[in-house]
T-cell receptor, first 113, second 112 residues
């Protein structure tokens, strides 16, 4: 069964910590995405990548960075965690651009205290 | 105007009825439209895609697209309590890397 795996289901971090969220897919997909989901705000795109070493800012990139050293792995980095980054983080991958749907990971619920 | 709009619900229908979920979008250049189902505490899962005007059927699900009206809908026939979930509409953004923007979702409750 093809999968997008997020390394942690729940995380609690302190304000100011550097936080790494890991995502690995086994479908040989070129495209990977990071979203956050908040009540009332829906899914919002943070960063995306259409190729190894390539990354593009999404709608809300402030306070985040990403790394994609290998095709199957896309990491989200919170440079200095803040309480307003408490959220559900969802990683997704897709086969191609525009006409293919996403496969989502199970999500990481991050709480910053 | 928000890029993708949906009624937040909750939409309540009795078991066996047809549930109708609606979505409007603002970018006339969008060409790909998806419906995702998200159970509480779970991640979204893809259930339907549609690219051309008209209807597309898959089992109990029918997606409808009207590009002139910038309107997408999802019909669920013979609704079951297991269909109770939040349904997200996603629309591609051709001028922004072809990624997708999601609507806020409509919460559907199917009553036994």
């Amino acid at each position: 069964d093809v999968k997008v795996t997020q390394s942690s289901r729940y995380l609690v971090k302190r304000t100011g910590e550097k936080v790494f969220l890991e995502c690995v897919q086994d479908m040989d997909h070129e495209n990977m995405f990071w979203y956050r989901q908040d009540p009332g705000l829906g899914l919002r795109l943070i960063y995306f990548s259409y190729d190894v070493k390539m990354k593009e800012k999404g709608d809300i990139p402030e306070g985040y960075s990403v790394s994609r050293e290998k095709k199957e792995r896309f990491s989200l980095i919170l440079e200095s965690a803040s309480t307003n980054q408490t959220s559900m983080y969802l990683c997704a991958s897709s086969q191609g651009q525009g006409q293919y749907g996403y496969t989502f990971g199970s999500g990481t619920r991050l709480t910053v205290v | 105007q928000k890029e993708v709009e949906q009624n937040s619900g909750p939409l309540s229908v009795p078991e066996g009825a047809i549930a109708s979920l609606n979505c409007t979008y603002s970018d006339r250049g969008s060409q790909s439209f998806f419906w995702y189902r998200q159970y509480s505490g779970k991640s979204p899962e893809l259930i339907m895609s549609i690219y051309s005007n008209g209807d597309k059927e898959d089992g109990r699900f029918t997606a409808q697209l009207n590009k002139a009206s910038q309107y997408v809908s999802l019909l669920i026939r013979d609704s079951q309590p297991s269909d109770s979930a939040t349904y997200l509409c996603a629309v591609n953004r051709p001028d922004y890397g072809q990624n997708f923007v999601f609507g806020p979702g409509t919460r559907l409750s199917v009553l036994p």
